[in-house]
């Protein structure tokens, strides 16, 4: 039982920790310097970090995860229910799949590891038995099926849980009811009664794109200038316009019981031009991991960066059109360049140059480096 290891492996650690505080020549000086006693090991510089260098142009959203991660750390949450539940609301292609993914890989060195339910699969009520097993009667009901990942929503006595509901607003009234009573006590019993899945040691978040498509239509109609709107760029609104844009969208989907039930309602920025270019780069050092076992490493020349960011950004789809771009213009040709080059067990690793020159792309040895 992995999660009673924990347990005692984490009173252990408490108790020497404990007796070093109180024994020894330098008492003092241990007792002012130790650290709160907390069973939870995660360190939540690192993990912000890891966050802050994936995620680009977010600040608001990212200030959120630290003071939560700083509030579980210090385990101080109320224990009969879970420990941080979040909705993230904003248009698709901003980052708030991908926080949840980085923070399961900074948590649990896995990206994938946690639970995530896809809700536009539970659209209708009859689907409610998915979370919850079939009812008394009904084939598989003994069974206690669901398609929870229980192991990954209990997590363990030192690292929390993670779960993810995305796109919210397509779940049936039915499903959000039964989510109501797990934000409300953070216990869920599987119809059969014989299974119950504790999400009390669990972060649980919410994507949304309620309000989005009202925000970019609003945005449209202030916009003055035919050039922008045939470049697909609106003018960018004020937070507190957004906010109340998209809060008038949300109270008439979800329910106060639902939204008062949830720790931290979060709206992520629109990406703009300020943003581009980050993340672009961002993208393109996830490139350069990937590029390791071939020993190249690419840079972009001011010209690739200022097309990538004239065809790639489009508000309309975020980041994801960003990365069709990079994808059209860089990985394409890329792959095409290292399947063409001569191939040397002993070539070392070499700097490569992409520039946009004449309407392609092209690659040179950066043999400054060299």
Not at 158 to 170: A, C, H, N, S, Y
């Given at each position: 039982?992995?999660?009673?290891?924990?347990?005692?492996?984490?009173?252990?650690?408490?108790?020497?920790?404990?007796?070093?505080?109180?024994?020894?020549?330098?008492?003092?000086?241990?007792?002012?310097?130790?650290?709160?006693?907390?069973?939870?090991?995660?360190?939540?510089?690192?993990?912000?970090?890891?966050?802050?260098?994936?995620?680009?142009?977010?600040?608001?959203?990212?200030?959120?995860?630290?003071?939560?991660?700083?509030?579980?750390?210090?385990?101080?949450?109320?224990?009969?229910?879970?420990?941080?539940?979040?909705?993230?609301?904003?248009?698709?292609?901003?980052?708030?799949?991908?926080?949840?993914?980085?923070?399961?890989?900074?948590?649990?060195?896995?990206?994938?590891?946690?639970?995530?339910?896809?809700?536009?699969?539970?659209?209708?009520?009859?689907?409610?038995?998915?979370?919850?097993?079939?009812?008394?009667g009904y084939v598989g009901s003994k069974e206690g099926t669901t398609i929870l990942d229980k192991e990954k929503i209990v997590g363990s006595y030192r690292t929390p849980g993670i779960v993810l509901f995305d796109e919210m607003e397509?779940?049936?009234?039915?499903?959000?009811?039964?989510?109501?009573?797990?934000?409300?006590?953070?216990?869920?019993?599987?119809?059969?009664?014989?299974?119950?899945?504790?999400?009390?040691?669990?972060?649980?978040?919410?994507?949304?794109?309620?309000?989005?498509?009202?925000?970019?239509?609003?945005?449209?109609?202030?916009?003055?200038?035919?050039?922008?709107?045939?470049?697909?760029?609106?003018?960018?609104?004020?937070?507190?316009?957004?906010?109340?844009?998209?809060?008038?969208?949300?109270?008439?989907?979800?329910?106060?019981?639902?939204?008062?039930?949830?720790?931290?309602?979060?709206?992520?920025?629109?990406?703009?031009?300020?943003?581009?270019?980050?993340?672009?780069?961002?993208?393109?050092?996830?490139?350069?991991?990937?590029?390791?076992?071939?020993?190249?490493?690419?840079?972009?020349?001011?010209?690739?960066?200022?097309?990538?960011?004239?065809?790639?950004?489009?508000?309309?789809?975020?980041?994801?059109?960003?990365?069709?771009?990079?994808?059209?213009?860089?990985?394409?040709?890329?792959?095409?360049?290292?399947?063409?080059?001569?191939?040397?067990?002993?070539?070392?690793?070499?700097?490569?140059?992409?520039?946009?020159?004449?309407?392609?792309?092209?690659?040179?040895?950066?043999?400054?480096?060299?």
């Amino acid at each position: 039982m992995p999660f009673v290891n924990d347990m005692l492996q984490s009173f252990a650690q408490q108790k020497i920790a404990k007796e070093e505080e109180n024994t020894g020549p330098n008492q003092s000086t241990k007792s002012s310097s130790a650290t709160v006693v907390t069973r939870f090991t995660f360190d939540v510089n690192k993990v912000m970090q890891h966050l802050k260098s994936h995620i680009a142009g977010q600040q608001e959203a990212l200030n959120a995860i630290e003071q939560m991660l700083r509030l579980v750390r210090a385990d101080i949450a109320d224990p009969s229910r879970p420990l941080y539940i979040a909705l993230f609301l904003g248009p698709t292609g901003v980052g708030k799949t991908e926080i949840v993914r980085l923070l399961a890989e900074a948590l649990h060195g896995n990206r994938e590891a946690f639970c995530r339910v896809d809700m536009n699969t539970l659209s209708q009520e009859h689907y409610a038995a998915s979370l919850t097993g079939a009812p008394p009667g009904y084939v598989g009901s003994k069974e206690g099926t669901t398609i929870l990942d229980k192991e990954k929503i209990v997590g363990s006595y030192r690292t929390p849980g993670i779960v993810l509901f995305d796109e919210m607003e397509k779940a049936s009234n039915t499903v959000l009811q039964t989510l109501l009573n797990v934000f409300d006590n953070g216990l869920m019993t599987v119809a059969s009664g014989q299974i119950t899945i504790n999400f009390r040691n669990s972060l649980i978040f919410m994507t949304s794109n309620i309000g989005a498509r009202e925000v970019q239509e609003y945005a449209r109609r202030k916009s003055h200038s035919k050039l922008r709107h045939f470049l697909r760029v609106t003018r960018p609104l004020s937070i507190e316009t957004t906010r109340k844009l998209i809060q008038e969208q949300l109270e008439t989907r979800l329910s106060p019981e639902f939204l008062n039930r949830v720790d931290d309602i979060i709206t992520f920025n629109w990406l703009d031009e300020t943003a581009v270019e980050d993340i672009i780069l961002l993208h393109i050092r996830q490139l350069n991991q990937r590029l390791l076992h071939h020993r190249v490493d690419i840079h972009l020349e001011p010209s690739m960066l200022a097309h990538l960011a004239e065809v790639g950004f489009d508000q309309r789809y975020g980041a994801r059109s960003l990365k069709r771009a990079i994808r059209r213009y860089v990985e394409v040709p890329l792959a095409k360049y290292l399947l063409s080059r001569s191939w040397e067990s002993e070539m070392p690793s070499e700097r490569v140059i992409v520039a946009w020159r004449n309407g392609d792309t092209h690659f040179r040895k950066d043999l400054q480096k060299e």
